[in-house]
């Protein structure tokens, strides 16, 4: 896969968290709670985001690859959108950014490219189910039950388009205005759960107990990002030390790496549950409003 090191304990972490989800819809296939095969449909939907993004669906081009630019300064993926692009290469222009704050919003654009992606590959499920649900010639209690699967996918579609529109528009400000000092979050996951909590079916009070919660969870996205660099520093200096042939040396170095590694596939771990539990939570809130 030629994946980087960083991008190696990322793709640990995501296959750790689908391993654990399939574990839990196949105790409750074994009780009968999953009769419409909604959990098993969004199981599947999501081991096909994570084949994509790793660059392991056979597709050559399909892979989100990661950026170099903390490197070396410069990006080596592409936004697919024309219109990311414009933006990106007007931020990069502008002399409003610094490098650290380039880099930031690099993170950012990265960060929009993949919910887009997302969204396209649910797309693609609904309409698939659209067109077999369209070609049942008599309608039964089965399909009343389907109805409402395509229906919860709809709303689902519905959060993330308004998920990448309210993201777009915040790149746009961005990039022409640069980054507000006053901005309470600066993590891109992060502002985007909290645009969508204020939003949902919350009270002031579980608002603010969750404005708390999403500040831990950036202090715990920050740590994820430190100890990701610092892997990927202490994979180029291995890489160095081999050609050296030093071994005191290269034994040192590869029981930094070793633990770095170990340290940023638990960290990245946890930031992803995490990040699936708040996302649930909003998801809930949100679906009350509709109601």
Do not use: C
Not at 90 to 112: N, P, V
Request: glycine share 4%; no cysteine; net charge negative.
């Amino acid at each position: 896969l030629h994946l980087s090191a960083v991008k190696l304990a990322e793709l640990h972490s995501d296959l750790k968290i689908q391993e654990k989800d399939e574990l839990s819809w196949k105790k409750l296939k074994a009780e009968g709670l999953d009769e419409d095969g909604e959990k098993e449909a969004k199981l599947r939907r999501n081991l096909n985001v994570i084949m994509t993004k790793y660059g392991m669906n056979g597709k050559k081009d399909s892979q989100l690859v990661d950026t170099n630019y903390i490197k070396d300064g410069t990006e080596s993926d592409t936004l697919d959108d024309p219109r990311l692009e414009k933006l990106w290469s007007k931020a990069k222009t502008s002399g409003k950014f610094s490098d650290e704050e380039l880099d930031k919003l690099w993170r950012e654009f990265k960060h929009h490219k993949e919910k887009i992606h997302e969204y396209n590959i649910l797309l693609e499920t609904v309409s698939r189910t659209e067109d077999i649900h369209k070609n049942v010639i008599n309608p039964s209690e089965e399909n009343l039950v389907k109805d409402e699967i395509l229906h919860n996918k709809h709303r689902e579609l519905k959060e993330k388009l308004r998920s990448i529109n309210q993201g777009f528009e915040r790149l746009r400000k961005v990039s022409h205005q640069g980054y507000d000092t006053t901005s309470e979050f600066e993590e891109p996951r992060v502002i985007d759960l909290w645009d969508m909590a204020k939003s949902a079916n919350f009270t002031e009070k579980e608002l603010e107990s969750f404005r708390e919660e999403l500040k831990h969870f950036e202090a715990k996205i920050e740590k994820h990002h430190h100890y990701q660099k610092q892997l990927e520093i202490s994979h180029q200096k291995l890489k160095h030390v081999e050609e050296t042939g030093d071994k005191d040396h290269l034994n040192r170095n590869k029981e930094k790496y070793a633990m770095l590694q170990e340290k940023t596939k638990e960290l990245g771990y946890k930031v992803k549950k995490h990040l699936q539990d708040l996302s649930s939570r909003i998801s809930q809130g949100l679906q009350h409003n509709e109601l």
